[in-house]
């Protein structure tokens, strides 16, 4: 059974806005968001030069967000707590039954967090939710990072040989997981449970595929997967073959 537990920690706060406010070679600059929440973080960084000073910087600045903004965070860490348990049982029953995967259970951590931007570890079994989220897009993005857990799972099932580090970006596994997540959230048996439609990353949408995107693509392979009573298994081997034919593509780099 799904059992996840919400927590608010300062010091995961300061190494995510860490890692994605000061990108690495090779990621995906998504700085831009964590500035477009914290402009004043944005104004404290543009005073210092050295990259040790920077992280001092944004470690300070989280310490005073989370003192300044202590009762607003546990409120709610509450209420999201409250909104995702009247689902969980349900979303985890559908996700095992598309996935196939008769036994599957996880013990995941979910960090209620002042970042606008929330990774998943899949060997520390946690992720992470903005409390700035309302409840509707705060679920789906809980299903979104719990899909992975068990969506990976499956993975491991059907490609025992391949190694969890390419479960993490910037590898075309981890891109293929992005795009599937999006196609899978996005069908009528999880809009009913989670009324809301996934977007997906804005660079997955510069991808096109046959004059699609290639979220529309890989949409489009599953219902066709669907029409010719293709299993899971069946289904994961497809798109793998498909999406390796375009991992060349400039958007799937950082």
């Known amino acids: 059974m799904l059992n ?3 927590k608010i920690s300062k010091k995961y706060d300061i190494e995510t806005l860490q890692r994605f406010a ?3 070679r ?6 831009g968001y964590v500035f477009d929440c914290h402009p004043i973080l944005k ?3 543009e005073k210092v030069k050295t990259r040790k000073d920077k992280l001092q910087v944004i470690q300070e600045y989280v310490q005073q967000y989370h003192k300044n903004n ?3 965070l546990e409120k709610r860490k509450k209420e999201l707590r409250g909104a995702w348990e009247k ?8 996700l095992k039954k598309i996935l196939e995967l008769k036994k599957a259970s996880f013990k995941l951590t979910a960090y209620v967090t002042i970042s606008p931007i ?3 570890d899949l060997q520390k079994k946690d992720f992470a939710v903005s409390y700035q989220y309302n409840n509707r897009y705060a679920k789906l993005a809980i299903a979104h990072e719990v899909l992975h857990f068990y969506y990976f799972k499956k993975w491991k099932e059907v490609f025992p040989r391949h190694s969890e580090k390419s ?3 910037p590898h075309i596994i981890w891109h293929l997981s992005e795009i599937l997540a999006v196609v899978l959230l996005n069908t009528s048996k999880f809009f009913k449970i989670l009324r809301a439609k996934e977007k997906g990353y804005q660079e997955h949408q510069k991808i096109k595929v046959r004059r699609r995107t290639i979220l529309e693509y890989f949409s489009d392979l599953y219902t066709q997967s669907q029409k010719n009573n293709q299993n899971f298994e069946q289904f994961l081997k497809q798109s793998y073959k498909t999406i390796k034919q375009h991992e060349n593509h400039n958007s799937f780099k950082g």
């Open 22 to 24: 000061l990108p690495g």
């Open 87 to 94: 689902i969980n049982n349900e979303y985890e029953q559908l």
């Open 26 to 31: 090779g990621d995906w600059d998504w700085s």
């Open 4 to 6: 996840i537990k919400f």
């Open 167 to 169: 479960f993490d970006g």
């Open 70 to 72: 202590n009762k607003k």
């Open 118 to 120: 929330c990774p998943r």
């Open 43 to 45: 104004k404290e960084l």
